[in-house]
């Protein structure tokens, strides 16, 4: 296997759910939605986005069947569920030097015990808004906006070139 | 190609791989494991660049980072780099270093008659010159002479990357201290890195001697780098140095061990403690010629001998003031350079060091003192003068000095570190710091053990001052700090930029100490007290481009896609950048036919526009209605579903920052537009208000542009043409009018928004769909809507549409000055019940006034000359002229077939029909202020 590939992943559906502050905690308990900096991989999919802010993912369903579904679990909230299965494009990351590849574009920590299995931050990577999961040890998601997919992708074979170029083992050296 | 000065054995270079290279076109060889400098010396090169100044001869004097004179441009196959440290670069096959001074040769450089006219030029002359007679009198010339290599031109070859590092202890330096405490952090489970600018790891345990001694530091070091290998959580970055010390531990580190694979890494870590252990400098004495090649540093001239095998003279003088500078003397004698005479300033020395003078046979000369270098191009005697006031001389063909040791502290002072002057070690120490720093060996000024390094305090010699060189990058002589302080300059501050000592790119290495002795011998002061100077990033020069790593060409800033982008491509289009998006601007080769050709499609017949940026952002909740209400301008409440209103929005001065229409999709959930150029800050700003100002307002909030791609569909055969999409339903005017939504699916299944809107001035629908299906979508609209007519339209042609309508382009028609009485929005403000954002701005008499600059229409008189956005209207006479406003919208209309525009002009409404001049592209041009609608002023065909 490479030390490192990249390729586009495509999910049925994924919906931005945004929930009232106040009633966020309410929310959580009735979804089971993922906690802060990360993404669960339960039935119903969900990666944090930011305070009461959650997307969705879902493989089978799609996002209008999505929607009913956290219509009938939040009755009565205040929330906000928009489909937004276009408007995201995911890009995963595989092999031994990925994490030297998401190094390279923004300053969070990788180092494995910060950044385990089912982490999942948001934040300006490579100059453009990205929320990266952590799926497997050496497996990440990177969730962008739509428009960005091009430039994302160019930049990320650039970065994996010049990674193998300057000689990056898995062990950061 | 032999190398002379290379002994036959010895050395930590591998003798069975010589490696070639050039210096100033020369053909040399050298060995693996060797670095440019040991290369150069073992060939017998001893001049290798003019100083920057006086043009003097400079060899090699250092070993290290400190090394002030070899700073060549050096090519080691992807381009050439200048500023390069000759000590610090690793030899490769096929390098090609040059001396970027000298004219017409290096050894031969006109330039030298600076150097005897030096009295001329005393420090701070060109200072002098500002005041009389001129500067520029001199200012060509320096230019051109000044520099220390040129800069690089045409592409990069190299490459560069950046990185982010993060660990539990970062420790800075691989030499003994360093290793040690790594290891023992290893061991105790922290992460570590460990960052060495050498290629080799081990520091000074590399210069132990072939004895028993090198067996011993050989073991250990290897012993110890094995270990460390063992551990997943020690990372050790050679050629690796750290450059920079910031807040909150944050380091940055040029990482140039894959040179060789054209890459070069610029590494930002973020550190929770951090370990310095960077060792310390030896510092050159102050003696008549000091700056002569040959003159080296005791340390270095060692260095050369042990790790490389190079003898840089055969024979030396040592001349010292301190007990480690014998350990290199010693040792320099025993690896065949024949120390022919120790000069030690010290009265005596200990029993040890006289009988291993003894038992090798070298002279010493104890009390006495170095007066001056004899040689003009290169060392061949010295002058002393002894105890009982002797003067004498000595053959010798270099000269090895010490001047005493003093730590590097220049990443400990960058961190915010407080230095200390020791006494007993005649150097500054690290003090105190409050990031989570500790500097440990040498660097903490631990050189020996604490009774085995003693020093005499430094000194000048006597001897013409004007000869004393303090700072050799710079030239800078003992005699310009007495003219320093003879015209006052006595603070270090004041002396270090009148004298710029240690300002050069070396940041003072081996000279501020001995700047800072002499100023405090000459005002009578401590060391201690003159203090020192403020040490900066970078601690070594760092290649421009790997500050920059990847940010250029197309990754200098992200291009965002259409989500048809690959179906405008095949339509030909031409695209240009608005934002960070690639929009097509026309389709076609020709702009200004494509443009015509466009425009009148759209007039006559029908035409396809991409609006997918256009901001998108849903709002929803009880409260949504009353949120709109405080954002926008116009009135809200009053929006029946289904139905979409123009909204304006300002700042809180009253200036308008955006305008985009609003659809009420239900009574408590809106979906608002915003222009293409503000959709995230427009999101951000109405996220700010709400969780900032207004949180007690009960609503939500989702940008949706992403999700949604836009179809605009304009111009007299539009209905028919949408028409033709099955499930869009009914379009007739009675059932879908202007300023109307709806949504739904269509029979294919698809969902869609269509909301009938104008910006073009024709009847014109905004059909969005999910972006996933753009292109099918457009592909089908097109291939269906050819039959009337339609073709695809771009930016430009859209503007010309919509100047026509005199329909406002915020951003383009506004500054950051217009209010909505400017734009003629007055009476929408007048009509507004309840507050809202900027209303208490306009309330001010200023915003209200007739002399404000306002939007209207012009034309030029003659219809066939253009004019240029920018171009300012000017009134009054020449000599009194000044501009009353500018040119905001210029375009040619087809329509009405002559060059129109918008500007905005001081009481531009009360102007109406009155010529105007304009300063267009340097020559006046004579047009009227007309109203901005040149095309359908009474807008039928939108509502038709």
């Known amino acids: 296997m490479p030390d490192v590939t990249m390729k586009s992943v495509s999910y049925q559906s994924m919906v931005s759910l945004r929930v009232a502050r106040s009633q966020a905690a309410e929310a959580i308990g009735r979804l089971g939605l993922a906690k802060p900096l990360s993404r669960t991989a339960e039935e119903l999919a969900s990666a944090w986005m930011g305070p009461a802010h959650w997307l969705l993912i879902s493989n089978p369903e799609r996002a209008d069947d999505l929607i009913r579904r956290v219509a009938d679990s939040l009755d009565g909230l205040l929330y906000q569920a928009v489909s937004s299965s276009d408007a995201f494009a995911v890009t995963a990351l595989d092999g031994l030097l990925s994490r030297h590849v998401l190094a390279a574009g923004c300053a969070l920590d990788f180092r494995p015990d910060n950044f385990p299995p089912g982490s999942c931050h948001r934040t300006r990577f490579a100059q453009v808004p990205v929320a990266i999961c952590a799926q497997h040890e050496n497996s990440f998601e990177l969730i962008c906006e739509r428009s960005c997919r091009d430039y994302l992708a160019s930049w990320l074979a650039d970065t994996i070139a010049q990674t193998l170029r300057a000689g990056c083992n898995a062990h950061w050296r | ?944």
């Open chain 2, 1 to 944: 190609m032999r190398q002379l000065f290379r002994n036959t054995s010895g050395g930590r270079i591998n003798r069975e791989r010589p490696l070639t290279f050039s210096f100033n076109g020369r053909t040399l060889q050298g060995f693996d494991g060797d670095t440019l400098a040991s290369a150069l010396l073992a060939n017998g090169v001893r001049t290798v660049n003019r100083s920057f100044k006086y043009h003097r001869p400079r060899g090699i004097l250092a070993a290290g980072v400190e090394e002030c004179n070899a700073l060549l441009t050096v090519d080691s196959g992807n381009g050439r780099v200048p500023l390069v440290r000759a000590t610090m670069i690793r030899l490769c096959e096929g390098l090609s270093a040059a001396s970027p001074s000298g004219f017409p040769h290096v050894r031969f450089d006109c330039g030298r008659v600076f150097d005897a006219t030096r009295r001329l030029w005393p420090a701070g002359f060109y200072n002098k010159m500002f005041k009389w007679p001129n500067w520029h009198v001199f200012e060509g010339a320096v230019r051109r002479m000044a520099g220390l290599g040129r800069v690089p031109e045409g592409q990069d070859a190299m490459r560069y990357r950046h990185m982010n590092a993060h660990c539990d202890v970062l420790v800075v330096g691989a030499g003994y201290s360093g290793l040690k405490r790594a290891l023992e952090e290893a061991r105790s489970g922290q992460d570590v890195i460990v960052a060495e600018q050498d290629f080799e790891p081990g520091g000074s345990l590399l210069l132990e001697k072939q004895d028993s001694g090198k067996a011993a530091a050989d073991g250990w070091l290897h012993a110890v780098l094995d270990e460390l290998r063992t551990y997943p959580n020690v990372r050790l970055l050679l050629e690796a140095t750290v450059s920079g010390y910031y807040d909150h531990n944050v380091l940055t580190v040029h990482d140039r061990s894959a040179m060789s694979n054209g890459i070069e890494t610029f590494c930002k870590i973020r550190a929770g403690r951090v370990v310095l252990a960077t060792g310390a400098i030896e510092q050159p004495l102050l003696f008549g010629n000091n700056d002569l090649p040959g003159v080296m540093l005791a340390g270095a001239m060692r260095h050369y001998a042990v790790r490389f095998g190079v003898r840089c003279a055969d024979n030396t003088v040592g001349v010292v003031n301190n007990d480690l500078a014998w350990g290199s003397l010693l040792d320099l004698h025993d690896s065949g350079v024949d120390v022919v005479a120790i000069v030690d300033s010290r009265g005596e020395i200990s029993n040890r060091q006289a009988a291993a003078a003894d038992q090798r046979g070298i002279p010493v000369h104890t009390g006495s003192v170095a007066v001056r270098a004899r040689g003009s191009g290169a060392v061949t005697g010295l002058e002393i003068l002894d105890s009982r006031g002797k003067r004498f001389g000595i053959q010798c063909r270099s000269v090895a000095m010490s001047g005493g040791m003093n730590p590097t502290v220049h990443l400990y002072s960058q961190a915010g570190g407080k230095l200390r002057y020791d006494e007993a070690l005649a150097c500054f120490v690290p003090a105190h710091c409050t990031q989570a720093v500790e500097v440990i060996g040498a660097a903490a000024g631990a050189f020996a053990a604490p009774d085995d390094y003693r020093i005499a305090p430094r000194t000048s010699a006597p001897f013409r001052s004007n000869t004393q060189w303090v700072d050799f990058l710079h030239d800078v002589l003992v005699s310009d700090i007495e003219l320093a302080v003879r015209e006052n300059y006595v603070s270090v501050e004041h002396m270090k930029r009148y004298t710029t000592a240690g300002m050069a790119v070396d940041q003072g290495k081996t000279s501020n100490l001995n700047a800072l002795s002499v100023l405090a011998r000459l005002t009578g002061q401590d060391p201690g007290n003159v203090g020192t100077t403020t040490f900066r990033p970078n601690f070594m020069p760092v290649t421009m481009g790997a500050i920059a790593g990847n940010r250029q060409g197309g990754f200098y800033r992200p291009t965002r896609h259409l989500p048809a982008h690959q179906w405008h491509v095949s339509q030909g289009a031409a695209f240009d950048s608005f934002g960070l998006w690639k929009r097509p601007a026309y389709y076609g080769v020709d702009m200004q036919q494509s443009i015509r050709a466009e425009v009148t499609a759209v007039r006559h017949k029908a035409g396809l526009f991409d609006g997918s940026p256009l901001g998108k952002i849903e709002v929803s909740g009880p409260d949504a209605a009353e949120f709109l209400s405080r954002v926008y301008v116009n009135t809200v409440a009053t929006l029946k579903p289904g139905k979409v209103r123009y909204g304006l929005m300002l700042n809180e001065n009253g200036a308008i920052i955006d305008d985009g229409v609003f659809v009420r999709l239900a009574d408590d959930h809106f979906l608002l537009n915003t222009t293409s150029a503000s959709a995230e800050r427009i999101a951000a700003w109405l996220e700010q208000w709400h969780q900032c100002e207004w949180p007690e307002l009960e609503l939500i909030m989702t940008p949706v542009a992403e999700q949604w791609a836009v179809a605009t569909i304009a111009g007299p055969k539009a209905r028919d043409v949408l028409s033709t999409l099955a499930g869009v339903g009914d379009l007739g005017t009675d059932i879908l009018p202007h300023m109307s939504f709806r949504q739904g699916r269509l029979a294919s299944g698809l969902p869609f928004r269509l909301q009938r809107v104008s910006f073009t001035g024709e009847l014109s629908y905004e059909l969005s769909i999910p972006a996933g299906q753009a292109a099918s979508c457009f592909a089908q609209l097109l291939a269906e809507g050819k039959h009337w007519g339609l073709q695809p339209f771009g930016i430009e042609a859209l503007d010309v549409l919509r100047t026509e309508k005199g329909f406002l382009h915020v951003g383009g028609d506004t500054d950051g000055t217009t209010n909505p009485y400017d734009v003629g929005f007055g009476r929408i403000v007048d009509n507004k019940q309840g507050d809202f954002i900027g209303l208490r701005s306009l309330l001010r008499e200023n915003h209200q006034k007739a002399s404000r600059r306002q939007l209207v229409g012009i034309e030029t008189l003659d219809p066939e000359a253009p004019l240029e956005q920018g171009a300012h209207v000017i009134c009054g006479t020449n000599g009194q002229r000044r501009s009353e406003g500018f040119v905001t919208s210029a375009c040619y209309s087809p329509t009405v077939e002559r060059h129109i525009g918008m500007a905005l002009i001081e009481n531009g409404f009360a102007r109406q029909g009155e010529e105007v001049r304009i300063y267009n592209m340097g020559h006046i041009v004579r047009a009227r202020i007309k109203p901005p609608c040149v095309y359908d002023p009474k807008g039928e065909k939108m509502h038709a």
